[in-house]
């Protein structure tokens, strides 16, 4: 089992930033993808941005050129720097880890981002 532990979620004025990490622990997915998803009430889940062992991102249009994921030289990392916050960026933002074999996807608990003066 995977888990996903992610932090640095917060409240921001319009305009600041702000940076998530998730940490991944627990069994060894050999082939994956990482991601961040964010969730309003009432709304679906969307991608914010993910990105492939190598480094490869891929982002969301309402984040292009705000948001950059990277993550760690270990694999276990994946961090999301979010500059020029808005407060449509308010949302439970959420890791993901896609396993590229089984299909199986790791979620994250969530962490609350609110963009509010």
């Known amino acids: 089992q995977v888990q996903l532990a992610e932090s640095g979620g917060g409240l921001v004025q319009p305009g600041g930033s702000l940076r998530l990490s998730c940490a991944g622990s627990g069994a060894r997915v050999p082939i994956y993808t990482m991601a961040w998803y964010r969730q309003t009430p009432g709304k679906q889940r969307e991608l914010v941005a993910d990105i492939t062992r190598g480094g490869i991102a891929n982002y969301a249009d309402f984040v292009k050129g705000r948001f950059t994921i990277s993550i760690e030289s270990g694999g276990n990392t994946v961090n999301l720097q979010m500059n020029r916050l808005q407060p449509e960026d308010t949302a439970v933002y959420y890791c993901?880890?896609?396993?590229?074999?089984?299909?199986?996807?790791?979620w994250g608990q969530g962490t609350q981002v609110t963009v509010s003066s």
């Open positions: 993901n880890l896609h396993n590229l074999i089984s299909g199986w996807d790791y």
